[in-house]
C-alpha cells in the first residue's frame, strides 16, 4: 500500500472483541513517526479544578495537527492531557509546527506548559517496543484507532526525559503562529453524582 495511505487503507473491523485480537494489527512503517504531546504536571491542574483547560488543550493538538494534514488519514490516541498520534514523513514538520503552536496557546491563555515531541518509528524499534494499529469503526464513517507493543508508552518516556539534549523533545520558538482549530469543540457538561460518587465504564 502507498506508505501515506497506511492508515486510510487498513481494514475496519466492527466487532469491539477485535480490540485483543493482536495477530490481526499491522505493523507501523519504519519511517512514520509518533507526535506525542503531554501536559507537564497535569495532576496538579487537575486538583485546582483546571480539568476542561487540560482536557481541552490535549485535544486540541489532535485537531491542530489533523487540520495541517488534511490529505492524510492519521490515527491517533486521546490520554486526557495529551495525545499521540502517529504520521507519515510528509507530516511531520506540519504536524510538529501545529503542535508548537498549541502549546504556545496553552502557555499563554492558560499558564499551562504542553510538551511537544516527535519520536522516528526507528527509535521505537531500536529501544526494543513495537507499534502496531488496527482500526475500530464505531459507527459509519466514524473509526477508532487501536495501538499495541508498548510503542506509545515508549514515546511518552523519551519525550518526558528531561537531558537538556534530548533528541525528541521540541523546543518552543521565538514566534509561533495561532493553530488552526477549525472544527474543534468542547460539549463538557459537569454530571452531578446523584448518591455521592460517579461511574464510568
Given at each position: 500500500m502507498p506508505d501515506a495511505r497506511f492508515y486510510a487503507d487498513l481494514p475496519a473491523a466492527a466487532d469491539f472483541a477485535a480490540v485483543a485480537d493482536f495477530a490481526a494489527y499491522t505493523p507501523a512503517p519504519d519511517d512514520w513517526f509518533v507526535l506525542h504531546t503531554d501536559i507537564v504536571d497535569s495532576s496538579a491542574a487537575i486538583a485546582e479544578g483546571r480539568y476542561k483547560d487540560v482536557n481541552l488543550m490535549g485535544v486540541a493538538g489532535i485537531t491542530a495537527v489533523l487540520n495541517a494534514a488534511r490529505e492524510v488519514a492519521i490515527p491517533y490516541v486521546f490520554g486526557g492531557d495529551g495525545a499521540s498520534l502517529l504520521v507519515p514523513p510528509a507530516a511531520v514538520e506540519p504536524g510538529r509546527d501545529a503542535l508548537l503552536a498549541v502549546a504556545g496557546m496553552a502557555r499563554e491563555r492558560f499558564g499551562l506548559d504542553l510538551r511537544v515531541g516527535v519520536v522516528p518509528m526507528t527509535a521505537i524499534r531500536t529501544q526494543g517496543a513495537d507499534l502496531a494499529v488496527r482500526k475500530l469503526s464505531l459507527s459509519p464513517?466514524?473509526?477508532?484507532?487501536?495501538?499495541?507493543?508498548?510503542?506509545?508508552?515508549?514515546?511518552?518516556?523519551?519525550?518526558?526525559?528531561?537531558?537538556?539534549?534530548?533528541?525528541?523533545?521540541?523546543?518552543?520558538?521565538?514566534?509561533?503562529?495561532?493553530?488552526?482549530?477549525?472544527?474543534?469543540?468542547?460539549?463538557?457538561?459537569?454530571?452531578?453524582?446523584?448518591?455521592?460518587?460517579s461511574l464510568t465504564l
Open positions: 464513517g466514524n473509526d477508532l484507532a487501536l495501538f499495541s507493543g508498548g510503542g506509545l508508552e515508549l514515546a511518552d518516556a523519551l519525550v518526558k526525559d528531561d537531558a537538556p539534549d534530548n533528541p525528541y523533545r521540541e523546543r518552543m520558538p521565538v514566534e509561533l503562529s495561532p493553530p488552526d482549530l477549525d472544527g474543534l469543540s468542547c460539549r463538557w457538561e459537569p454530571l452531578r453524582a446523584a448518591n455521592g460518587g
